[in-house]
């Protein structure tokens, strides 16, 4: 039988909730002020408080801390009459897990009391533990995750160039900085750039840099990413984006090592490592002529393929774990547990979105988390039947990858209330080329 404790100075209010409550077999106690409360949840051990928030002497939100100190597992319902904004920030900052204005419905009490009830029952079973905190490298035990770590060994000593092929998401960048760090000096640099993300114009300059009066605007000198590169790792993401002109400066680089600033009469040499990364299809694109078959291979002297998360769920009891931990870092939280049912719904989902699409789910579930655990209702949107994510169910076999990212896209954009800005930022990708695949869609 679960035990709540009602904390209100109107008597009525009080004595109704407990009769209510009552007749759903729940044992209940009742309190008219924080102190008596207090006193009574040392020896009643509640499960949930229902806590109102303005009464006499000590309020409902100082008294939050005082309830978590004596029943650190019960769950906290705040109900009020003030409808302020800043009394609701402030009490679920201060530790409360609900908040219910009154005129109370009790409906909408019926169901926080259940939620806080199956949060309890989901934080006492079994868990997966998470680590307080994991190294920034790559993570897998899977076969295809072994020999990739394999070719990475071999390739790292070396000069050649390595082109990482996969679907968005799968973390193509990560592979480029485990190669950079297992074959380069701690001093070496690793400079990243998106080639998807600028237009032609801009992108000639970002990656050769320029000099002062090159072009309106080129108030000063400008180094490339080839030079800031140089003895190190130069990273083209999205290589596949690359315009012809640009493409032809590029194989130049290749066999020459050498490059030329916009408005420079001289070549400057470059011992950057080149690795490139793409989900584009190169036998379609040389076909189409819109990729150079000589700056193909050039750039393809090694090839890395990550093969999607859906074909190596293994790694997921890896990764969930790693993801979580950062997430926890980043966030400045505590969460240390995954419930064993919302454990296996994350290992039962497809992920389209691949590796990308994992951390943002776990890094929102972390951010919502209302304790230390991840229960299953926090993963509402790939769980069928509990919220938004009934995609889960279709057969991602079935269908195109062009369809899986676009419906991968759009559920980010309905995550942001559709800020493609902020999508862009969740989806690492630029303005244009999320454009481009709502428009590709669409057609």
Request: aromatic fraction near 6%.
């Amino acid at each position: 039988m679960s035990k709540l404790l009602i904390v209100d100075d109107d008597q009525g209010i009080s004595r109704t909730l407990q009769l209510h409550f009552q007749s759903q077999d729940h044992e209940v106690e009742i309190a008219h002020c924080v102190d008596d409360g207090v006193a009574i949840a040392r020896y009643f051990e509640p499960n949930v408080i229902v806590l109102d928030i303005r009464m006499e002497g000590k309020s409902g939100l100082e008294g939050i801390a005082d309830f978590k100190a004596l029943c650190p597992d019960a769950r906290i319902i705040m109900i009020t009459a003030f409808h302020d904004m800043e009394s609701t920030i402030e009490a679920m900052q201060r530790g409360a897990d609900e908040y219910i204005h009154k005129p109370i419905d009790l409906d909408e009490l019926d169901t926080a009391v259940t939620a806080a009830l199956q949060y309890q029952v989901s934080s006492q079973q079994p868990a997966v533990a998470i680590p307080e905190s994991m190294g920034h490298s790559m993570v897998g035990s899977s076969h295809a995750m072994k020999e990739i770590y394999k070719t990475i060994g071999r390739v790292a000593l070396t000069n050649a160039s390595v082109m990482i092929t996969g679907e968005s998401g799968t973390g193509k960048e990560m592979v480029a900085r485990a190669i950079h760090q297992a074959g380069r000096p701690d001093s070496a640099p690793f400079v990243a750039i998106n080639c998807a993300a600028l237009v032609e114009t801009l992108l000639e300059s970002e990656m050769f840099g320029h000099k002062k009066g090159a072009f309106t605007g080129a108030v000063s000198d400008q180094p490339g990413k080839f030079e800031l590169a140089n003895t190190g790792t130069l990273f083209l993401d999205e290589v596949g984006e690359l315009a012809l002109p640009i493409q032809a400066k590029l194989l130049r680089v290749l066999q020459e090592k050498e490059f030329t600033p916009l408005g420079s009469k001289l070549a400057y040499k470059t011992n950057a490592r080149i690795i490139t990364a793409t989900n584009l299809d190169f036998e379609q694109a040389i076909k189409d002529k819109t990729f150079r078959e000589d700056l193909f291979y050039r750039l393809q002297v090694v090839r890395i393929h990550l093969p999607p998360l859906r074909e190596r769920r293994e790694d997921l009891n890896d990764l969930i774990p790693a993801l979580l931990a950062r997430a926890n870092r980043d966030l400045g939280t505590k969460v240390n547990k995954v419930a064993r049912d919302a454990m296996a719904a994350l290992c039962a989902y497809d992920w389209p979105g691949n590796v990308r699409e994992l951390e943002n789910v776990l890094t929102k579930a972390v951010a919502l988390c209302p304790g230390e655990i991840l229960t299953l209702d926090l993963f509402a949107d790939i769980t069928p039947g509990l919220g938004a994510g009934d995609e889960a169910s279709v057969d991602v076999t079935a269908q195109s990858l062009q369809d899986i990212e676009y419906q991968h896209v759009i559920r980010i954009l309905e995550s942001v209330e559709g800020h493609k800005g902020r999508a862009c930022e969740i989806l690492k990708i630029s303005r244009p080329r999320l454009q481009r695949i709502i428009e590709r869609s669409d057609a």
